[in-house]
């Protein structure tokens, strides 16, 4: 195999954190991957079981979460400590959430069920995917936005504030704040008339 990081000395983590290629099935990294795994399952056993303490196994599992931030388990991550969740967040069931690089949802978000946040990417060269060599663009969610059951958020893209995306949508592009925005790929349909005031 090529060697693709000849004289790089970080490891495979500081490369995907850095947004390098880097190897996923990397050691150190499923370690990390299993623990995630772990506590969410914890986290989704505990809250069908109606154990108080299951909002633990969540704040250890998610990097910076807000306060009353509620999410519906099942909930699937890579890592958790990549994401972000801004207050009285609400995340509805089956949030994907791959945060291979940081995944930011802001303050007041409503996320619908069976979303998909998705940060990798991989190589269009077929030996490079070959040889598992992947990387990630971060995905940012602003304040006040809802995400429609189904959406799915592509690597790279920025939500802005307020802005609605309708059920099953991809999105592939940053979508402005203000917006209706629907379809595949998601595309501006109108202006959210009063929303820059908090209507």
């Not at 592509?154 to 939500?159: D, F, K, L, N």
Request: proline share 7%.
């Amino acid at each position: 195999m090529t060697d693709y990081f000849a004289g790089d000395p970080r490891t495979h983590r500081e490369r995907m954190l850095a947004g390098d290629l880097y190897i996923g099935d990397d050691p150190e990294l499923i370690a990390r991957a299993d623990r995630a795994a772990r506590l969410a399952d914890l986290y989704q056993r505990q809250t069908l079981a109606g154990d108080p303490g299951a909002r633990d196994w969540l704040r250890a599992l998610i990097g910076h979460l807000g306060e009353d931030v509620a999410i519906r388990p099942s909930l699937h991550v890579d890592y958790g400590d990549n994401i972000s969740i801004g207050a009285r967040t609400f995340v509805n069931f089956n949030l994907t959430a791959l945060d291979v690089a940081p995944i930011t949802i802001g303050a007041d978000c409503q996320i619908g069920p069976n979303v998909q946040l998705l940060t990798p990417t991989h190589p269009i060269d077929p030996q490079m995917r070959r040889d598992k060599l992947e990387a990630a663009e971060p995905i940012t969610i602003g304040d006040n936005v809802w995400l429609g059951g189904g959406v799915i958020v592509c690597p790279g893209v920025t939500i802005g504030e307020n802005s609605v995306i309708g059920a099953g949508a991809v999105v592939a592009r940053d979508i402005p704040a203000n917006v209706v925005a629907v379809g595949n790929p998601a595309r501006v349909m109108r202006t959210i008339e009063g929303a820059s005031d908090g209507a």
